[in-house]
C-alpha cells in the first residue's frame, strides 16, 4: 500500500501560483499511474490531472493549459505546478496513486485563491 503526503497548499491572490508536492513511500516504484483530484464545499470531487510512470499526461478542460503535473521517479515524488490561480480553484487538492485508476489516497491540502 502505497503511503501519499500532500505538501505546498496555502492562500494566493487571483492570478498567483502554487506548487503542490506528493511524496510517495512503500511500494511506489510498483505504481503506474499517480495524479490530482481535488474538491471544493459544495462541489463533486473533480480529476485534475494524470500522469503515468512513461511520462504520459492528461489534464482536465478546466486546468489546461494553467496547470502541470510532473514525475519525479528517483525521489518517489509527482508536482502539480498551478499558474493563473482562479478562485474557483480553491479546494482541497488530494494525491493518488494506482493503475490503472487512481486507488490509494493522501490527507489532502488546502488550496485558496482569493484577494
Known amino acids: 500500500q502505497v503511503h501519499l503526503v500532500e505538501s505546498g497548499g496555502g492562500l494566493v491572490q487571483p492570478g498567483g501560483s502554487l506548487r503542490l508536492a506528493c511524496a510517495a513511500s512503500?511500494?511506489?516504484?510498483?505504481?503506474?499511474?499517480m495524479g490530482w483530484h481535488r474538491h471544493a464545499p459544495g462541489k463533486l470531487r473533480e480529476w485534475v490531472a494524470t500522469?503515468?510512470?512513461?511520462?504520459?499526461?492528461d489534464y482536465a478542460d478546466s486546468v489546461k493549459g494553467r496547470f502541470t503535473i510532473s514525475r519525479d521517479n528517483a525521489k518517489n515524488t509527482v508536482y502539480l505546478q498551478m499558474n493563473s490561480l482562479k478562485p474557483e480553484d480553491t479546494a482541497v487538492y488530494y494525491c493518488g496513486a494506482g493503475g490503472p485508476v487512481l486507488t490509494s489516497w493522501g490527507q489532502g491540502t488546502q488550496v485558496t485563491v482569493s484577494s
Open positions: 512503500g511500494g511506489f516504484e510498483s505504481v503506474n499511474l
Open positions: 500522469i503515468t510512470r512513461d511520462g504520459n499526461i
